[in-house]
């Protein structure tokens, strides 16, 4: 830990905040909305072009950050180190599981690609009677993309923004 003590962290939302402080650190900065334009310009307007920066994440991590940081001339290491994807199983198994929910989320653009990496008109006829929800606009567009568009999009872009507007629409419905 000594060792990364001169390290700063930028990081995009409060869950990924939590999940660094479970290792010691805090993050030096937060965009103040939890997508990553905010933290592209950001990082941009903090970073100077001797700063060199490490960008850990999935395979379907949004070109915008590069892009940005491309344009300010800010130097990067772009690691992919996870992908997301449906296992087999799963993605059979969603003809089962879907017709008894209420809601799906998404809560990123490569968890919708995920999603659909099977028969596209299939998976959207089992969307057909249920409310799909996006953690944020970006999220949204990944799944229009697919034919589909989100029924609600969360104002802010979290998890616990996801759960407020699932259960502002769940309470509007009931009455």
């Not at 940081?69 to 879907?98: F, H, S």
Request: include cysteine; charged fraction near 25%; glycine fraction near 8%.
């Amino acid at each position: 830990m000594r060792s990364l003590g001169a390290i700063k962290f930028a990081v995009i939302g409060k869950g990924t905040e939590n999940e660094l402080v479970k290792f010691g650190f805090h993050a030096d900065y937060i965009p103040d909305r939890y997508q990553v334009t905010d933290l592209a310009n950001g990082l941009k307007n903090l970073l100077s072009k001797e700063d060199r920066l490490l960008i850990p994440r999935s395979s379907g991590g949004s070109p915008e950050l590069n892009r940005v940081l491309d344009e300010a001339g800010i130097c990067y290491d772009d690691i992919v180190l996870y992908d997301v994807a449906l296992k087999k199983k799963e993605q059979d198994g969603l003809e089962n599981v879907l017709p008894h929910l209420h809601y799906l989320t998404f809560a990123s653009a490569s968890g919708v690609d995920a999603f659909f990496q099977g028969e596209k008109e299939k998976i959207l006829g089992l969307l057909s009677s249920l409310k799909v929800v996006c953690i944020g606009d970006i999220t949204a567009k990944a799944l229009s993309r697919y034919g589909r568009e989100a029924d609600l999009i969360a104002p802010v872009y979290s998890v616990s923004g996801l759960a407020e507007i699932i259960c502002q629409d769940w309470c509007k419905e009931k009455e």
